[in-house]
């Protein structure tokens, strides 16, 4: 089992920024790869970011290159995500995940966190 847990969403105004924290525990050491997903309301969950937790390479959504960074703590078990010039249309639930091998489907990830809302004002 691996348990996630999120943390740093909230209310920012259209061009500020965020920084998300997922703090894993548990048989982490069989789920190499952390991922991102985002949910908006009436919207399916979507790719947004992923890394291998032993390499340096990192994936993301089209939408979100440049501006958000997806990095990791060894020592505190913890994946971030760097979110900067954020836009209103990036309001969503995001949440954290952990799979075996790095996809962009939702449905190749096995553990997920509870989620933490990010609000965008205009």
């Known amino acids: 089992q691996v348990q996630l847990v999120e943390s740093g969403g909230g209310l920012v105004q259209a061009g500020g920024s965020l920084r998300l924290s997922c703090a894993a525990s548990?048989?982490?050491?069989?789920?190499?790869?952390r991922g991102w997903f985002r949910q908006a309301p009436g919207k399916e969950r979507e790719f947004v970011a992923a890394?291998?937790?032993?390499?340096?390479?990192?994936y993301y959504a089209d939408s979100v290159k440049g501006r958000f960074t997806i990095s990791r703590d060894d020592a505190k078990n913890t994946v971030y995500l760097q979110m900067n010039s954020l836009k209103p249309e990036d309001t969503a639930v995001y949440y954290c995940?952990?799979?075996?091998?790095?996809?962009?489907?939702?449905?190749?990830?096995?553990?997920w966190g509870q989620g933490t809302q990010v609000t965008v004002s205009s």
């Open positions: 995940a952990a799979s075996r091998k790095l996809g962009r489907a939702s449905t190749e990830y096995d553990y």
């Open positions: 548990g048989r982490t050491f069989s789920r190499s790869v």
């Open positions: 890394m291998y937790w032993s390499e340096a390479t990192t």
